[in-house]
């Protein structure tokens, strides 16, 4: 259970976070309303017809409500939005709304696995590195963490294709999941649930088909969290209860995993929630070059197209999916931090 | 102390690869169900709405489900389809179109002249945003006796028909689509083409099941499953790894690399898009002696060699060589003398060039940049220093309706009916928003075309066009385009020439 002043301080940081978020989703609002609409690239010139005179031009342009201005646009635009309706997507004739939901899902479940073996490899990858400090190893580690960095997760994933995909074809190339399969699903959570449903064959097609894009999004990230765990290890190790615990004759591992790692852990949980959000920013170009059908790939059907409509929705769900994430680091930081949870 | 041993690492590389020997099925030697990696997403089902309709990349996942009014066949002629007989009263006041009996949609209903009548109604409303409204607009007041659709004629176009295998040229199920309305066609879409859908997700994957009742013969392969791998590395991937049969799109120099390659093949044929420099009559392009240079100082076969590994056609008027309206009498030689002695009568030479701004897409064609740059070379030889400014796809089209495009601006046109009114026409005639060069001369030759009925008359008229387009340097045509498509050798596949990538037209090798 929370303690009182524990309660207190969560409170105070969702209503601070909400308040900044209601303005910052504003802001992003405006900024890509009006962004998308000066950069050139009509919609309607997009679909124009061989032929087509001016008098079509002004119709489609109408059809679109692409014929008022940009603030009578922005504001139709947003007394939909807080009415639940983001508008029509140009190129799908969809809601965006259920195009960007349908989507989401999938996004999240690429992001969190990749999180996942982020922290696995780059938590590994630390432990490794400390437990083996001033040996080749940790050399090793702080190479391996070099090509991390200096490799973008594009690249990763051009490379595994090569490996995984050809040379070596054991995971999909593309895709969420073997067409010929028949889905029981209801919801877009295809990954959750075919664990509830204890449909174990759907799970291993959605995790091979997952693995790449989900490892080349996890590397630069994993290498940042070996770095910087293992720096926060390596200062955690000369403090004075960690050579107590040294002296009481505990083993090395359990030094490092039950004694250092506890404290060393704390800048790192920032670090990721910051870094979470830059890894699913990564998704656009990965789900593109695994055909993986998320937002991200979305995204870009819709700047191709300049689907307005849907390139607003997507870009607000983003960023609510950000500030999200900045309000359960906080939230987590405020929980895990002694310091601040007894301040 | 815990180490890494060699026994752990082979431990773990056994269970990846027996994983990995579940996770992704081998492909049977014979191919029960044909596997494309198709390098678009499909936005919408409908194929007379919205952006996709007019998008030519998904005409091919269109006729998969779909029939277009009148049937075009590979090499571009026009056969019958859902409309078995057509034509025009003697006074070119009324329309007829003869109805195929014997049809029925994907649902089991039966095709009825009904549909086609509600089809072509529907596409000419303005309201319900077919982009060719202004087309279809041209006819109405539709009666139906029997399996006869006849139509008043509003204003006469000589391309009516024409447009009948074209952008949204497609029969829609009257009584299905008024069931159901647009949301319900979106998600359970029917027509009478030679596939059914049986799966669609968004952004990965459409499956089709053969229609086995087809017209026009049920096709070989029963299940279809078109992916949509937007990424060129990927698709080639799909291809070389045996996840997908049959992909296109992909650098010339990786289908040179894999076609000879085991398992693998590959086609390649000319299709209905070319490569071409819009010139806009501002600036130095006022002065034909520039204009001509420009064209004479360019070497085509070279590019098409150098550049496109011989994937091309050097054309000199907007006409390809399966165009109705394509004269091999119209040539522009390529001659840099020429092109320095034309520059030379307006002042010009390599010492004091001409100086203008040539715009190109960058990777939105197959070597669109380094074909401009090439280009830009050989008239540097001859006393031309053009400047390349990179635009986006996007940005052509919304300068190009606004007439704002520069001097020169490089572009593709497909034009899959051949017909030289969806070529030089809307090219060419000025008061078209596709058309940059407003000349008055130009535009009195071509205006009384547009609704000459001779038809004779018509395409030699269009051929004089082109002659006088040609003389004159409006507009530079460069090269029609060769399709390569690479696929499993155990696919055979029938290229359609107007670049559409058709399942039912593949069979078992």
Redesign the interface.
């Known amino acids: 259970m929370l303690s009182g002043s524990l309660s207190v301080l969560l409170l105070r940081i969702v209503l601070g976070r909400l308040a900044t978020m209601a303005i910052t989703l504003f802001g992003v609002a405006v900024i890509v309303f009006v962004v998308i609409r000066v950069v050139p690239g009509n919609p309607v010139a997009m679909m124009l017809p061989p032929g087509a005179t001016e008098a079509d031009i002004a119709r489609l342009n109408a059809l679109y409500g692409l014929d008022k201005s940009i603030p009578e646009q922005f504001v139709i635009w947003l007394g939909g939005v807080v009415q639940g309706d983001f508008g029509t997507s140009i190129s799908t004739r969809q809601p965006v709304l259920d195009l960007v939901l349908g989507r989401l899902p999938a996004t999240l479940e690429l992001s969190i696995f990749a999180l996942v073996l982020a922290v696995i490899i780059g938590g590994v990858m630390a432990l490794t590195g400390t437990r083996f400090r001033g040996t080749r190893t940790e050399g090793a580690v702080d190479v391996a963490n070099g090509v991390g960095l200096s490799v973008p997760d594009f690249l990763w994933g051009l490379v595994f294709i090569l490996l995984f995909g050809v040379l070596w074809p054991i995971f999909h190339i593309s895709g969420r999941i073997s067409p010929a399969l028949d889905l029981p699903f209801v919801t877009q959570f295809y990954v959750f649930e075919s664990i509830v449903r204890l449909r174990f064959d759907l799970w291993w097609d959605l995790l091979t088909h997952m693995f790449m894009p989900a490892l080349a999004l996890a590397i630069p990230l994993a290498a940042i969290i070996s770095q910087l765990l293992k720096q926060s290890l390596k200062e955690t190790m000369h403090l004075d209860y960690v050579v107590l615990a040294r002296t009481k004759g505990y083993g090395e591992n359990r030094v490092i995993v039950g004694e250092a790692l506890r404290n060393a852990v704390l800048p790192t949980l920032t670090l990721i929630g910051v870094q979470f959000t830059f890894l699913i920013g990564g998704t656009v170009i990965i789900e593109r070059l695994f055909s993986y059908e998320g937002l991200g790939n979305m995204a870009i059907d819709a700047v191709i197209n300049r689907d307005l409509p849907l390139i607003q929705g997507i870009v607000i769900v983003f960023a609510l999916i950000f500030t999200v994430v900045n309000l359960i680091v906080d939230m987590l930081y405020a929980v895990l931090n002694p310091r601040l949870r007894h301040a | 102390m ?1 180490s890494i041993t060699r026994r752990t690492v082979l431990k773990a590389s056994s269970a ?2 027996a ?7 081998a492909l049977a030697q014979e191919i029960e ?1 044909l596997v494309i ?1 198709y390098n678009v ?1 499909l ?2 089902w ?1 194929p007379t ?6 998008n030519p990349t998904i005409q091919g996942l269109y006729q998969s489900v779909f029939d277009m009014f009148i049937h075009q066949n590979p090499d571009l002629s026009f056969a019958p389809g859902l409309i078995t007989d057509w034509g025009w009263n003697e006074d070119r006041s009324q329309i007829f179109m003869d109805v195929r009996e014997g049809v029925t949609w994907h649902n089991g209903d039966p095709f009825t002249a009904e549909d086609v009548a509600w089809s072509l109604e529907r596409a000419g409303n ?1 309201e319900t ?1 077919n ?5 279809w607009g041209t006819i109405g007041n539709f009666s139906v006796d029997g399996n006869r659709v006849t139509a008043d004629v509003k204003q006469f176009d000589p391309t009516i028909f024409k447009w009948m295998a074209f ?1 949204t040229g497609y029969v829609m199920p009257k009584k299905y689509f008024e069931e159901v309305g ?2 319900g066609f ?1 998600a359970a879409p029917i027509g009478t083409g030679p596939y059914m859908v049986d ?1 669609f ?5 459409v ?1 089709l099941k053969a229609n086995e009742n087809y017209w026009n013969g049920a096709p070989e392969f029963k299940t279809v ?1 078109i ?5 060129s ?2 698709r080639v ?2 291809v ?4 997908s049969h049959v992909t296109l799109e992909m650098p010339y120099e990786e289908y040179d690399r894999l076609k000879g390659r085991a398992g693998l093949a590959g086609s390649d044929r000319p299709i209905s898009d070319i490569g071409m420099i819009f010139i806009n009559d501002v600036d130095v392009m006022l002065d034909p002696n520039v204009r001509k240079a420009m064209a004479h100082a360019i070497d085509k076969p070279l590019i098409v060699e150098r550049l496109l590994s011989g994937y091309g056609v050097p054309i000199d008027t907007l006409q390809t060589p399966e165009y109705v309206a394509f004269d091999p009498s119209i040539t522009v030689e390529h001659n840099p003398d020429k092109a320095r002695e034309l520059l030379a009568a307006s002042g010009y030479s390599p010492d004091n060039p001409v100086r203008f701004t040539i715009q190109t897409t960058r990777g939105f064609k197959p070597k669109d940049y380094e074909i401009i740059q090439a280009i830009v070379g050989l008239w540097r030889q001859v006393g031309i220093k053009a400047e390349i400014e990179v ?2 796809i ?2 052509h ?5 606004a007439d704002q495009l520069a001097p020169a601006a490089f572009y593709n046109w497909g034009n899959a009916v051949g017909d030289p ?2 070529s030089t ?3 060419m005639f000025g ?4 058309s940059v060069w407003d000349g008055e001369e130009l535009v009195n030759k071509i205006a009384p075309l547009w609704g000459e009925a001779d038809e004779d008359k018509r395409i030699q008229g269009w051929k004089d066009v082109d002659r006088f387009v040609a003389e004159n340097a409006l507009v530079i045509p460069l090269m029609q385009y060769v399709q390569p498509i690479l696929h499993s050798d155990q696919v055979k596949v029938v290229q359609h020439a107007s670049g559409a990538l058709l399942p039912h037209l593949m069979t078992r090798a």
């Open positions: 815990n990846l690869a994983a990995g020997m579940v996770g992704v099925p169900e990696a997403n936005p919408s409908d709405v919205g952006p996709s309709a007019v303005p945003g982009p060719i409204q202004f087309v952008l647009a949301e979106e799966r997700e968004r952004n990965a994957f499956r499953t992916k949509f791998v937007t990424d590395a990927s991937a799909e070389e790894s045996g996840n635009y986006e996007a940005k089209f919304e300068l190009r309706a009114t969806t026409g809307f090219a008061p078209s928003p596709h």
